[in-house]
């Protein structure tokens, strides 16, 4: 496809009569020429600027998909939005886009609070990779992504209970049909620290307030210490006398989920690690004495209960929090 043809390209995505298969096969055809040729061709670059924002706009103006189909020609609707994301990903980086960053990184929010699990992550993968790339244009939203990271936090602790209740998705086989909400994804949660921590390190003054007012901190820690009922079950304190349960619960069928938890315990637990810095305001405040009282035995649950697989998250989990950041 020749970038003298976007434009007409980019009239068929505008147009609402167009059929979205074929709306579908000209944005694969984008992607592909980007990735085969548009790369290294300015004029190209150029070019997209047009098409750009009427990706952009196709997205906004179309609907989070929550059931996923068998057939996957059946899921055209979210093929294409999660094609479009894509192409934006890629596009996102040529210097030709920098004008348009700044229209992206409200859609990325968006995408993360009200869209589904697939969206949002890829979403939240792009926002983290903006903000290191050009912070500059995105700084504006910084404070907007910590209160939406910290809404994640406690919409999905408020959901947890249901998720390991006896008809919850932790305790029935899979259900590839449901596409779940990214605002509640344990996916998603571990993905949202490391952003949060680059952010933190070097905040704004209106992320600032959130270092100060421990709203970041109680939402973290929320997750961190949760306990799911199939833990309890296994607890020591309920066991015989030198018998102490390693790996997941074998009562949780889709360990999947139960996986998930852990991992966005682990990365939740290097966030903690940073808030709980000794020149914290946290380490005076009233809560600090619980708040050591709590820490260390969850650490330990989390590392008694992680799957004996789980090298890598172990080690990060070591690392990270405790010993030593407790005192």
């Known amino acids: 496809m020749a970038f003298s043809g976007l434009d007409a390209q980019a009239a068929k995505i505008a147009d609402p009569s167009t059929d979205i298969n074929v709306k579908l096969t000209i944005v694969k055809e984008l992607s592909k020429t980007f990735s085969s040729e548009g790369h290294r061709d300015p004029e190209w670059q150029r070019a997209t600027t047009t098409i750009f924002p009427i990706l952009l706009e196709t997205i906004k103006s179309g609907h989070p998909v929550w059931k996923r189909l068998v057939n996957d020609k059946e899921n055209v609707e979210q093929v294409l939005r999660m094609q479009i994301l894509e192409l934006l990903h890629k596009l996102m980086s040529l210097e030709s886009m920098r004008s348009q960053i700044v229209n992206l990184a409200p859609l990325l929010l968006e995408l ?3 869209d589904n699990e697939e ?3 890829l979403a ?5 990779e903006l903000f290191r790339a050009a912070r500059p244009l995105i700084e504006s939203h910084s404070s907007s992504f910590v209160q939406l990271t910290i809404d994640a936090f ?8 249901d998720l390991f209740s006896p008809t919850g998705a932790a305790m029935v086989e899979p259900d590839r049909t449901v596409v779940p909400k990214a605002i509640t994804s344990l996916k998603l949660l571990a993905d949202a620290p ?3 921590l680059y952010i933190l390190q070097n905040p704004s003054p209106a992320v600032s307030q959130f270092l100060s007012n421990q709203s970041m901190a109680d939402a973290a820690l929320k997750i961190f210490i949760y306990q799911t009922p199939q833990e309890k079950e296994v607890d020591p304190d309920q066991m015989e006398e030198d018998v102490i349960h390693y790996g997941p619960p074998a009562s949780i069928v889709n360990q999947g989920v139960f996986n998930d938890l852990i991992t966005a315990q682990v990365k939740i637990g290097a966030l903690l690690a940073f808030l709980f810095r000794k020149d914290s305001p946290i380490v005076t405040s009233p809560t600090w004495t619980q708040i050591c009282e709590t820490v260390p035995p969850a ?8 799957s004996p697989e789980a090298y890598s998250i172990r080690k990060v989990k070591g690392k990270s929090l405790f010993p030593g950041r407790i005192h």
């Open 112 to 114: 993360i609070r009200n």
């Open 119 to 121: 969206m949002g992550i």
């Open 124 to 128: 939240m993968k792009m926002f983290n």
């Open 154 to 161: 406690n919409a999905t602790h408020d959901a947890l209970d």
């Open 194 to 196: 490391l952003s949060c």
């Open 299 to 306: 650490t330990i649950r989390i590392l008694r209960f992680m």
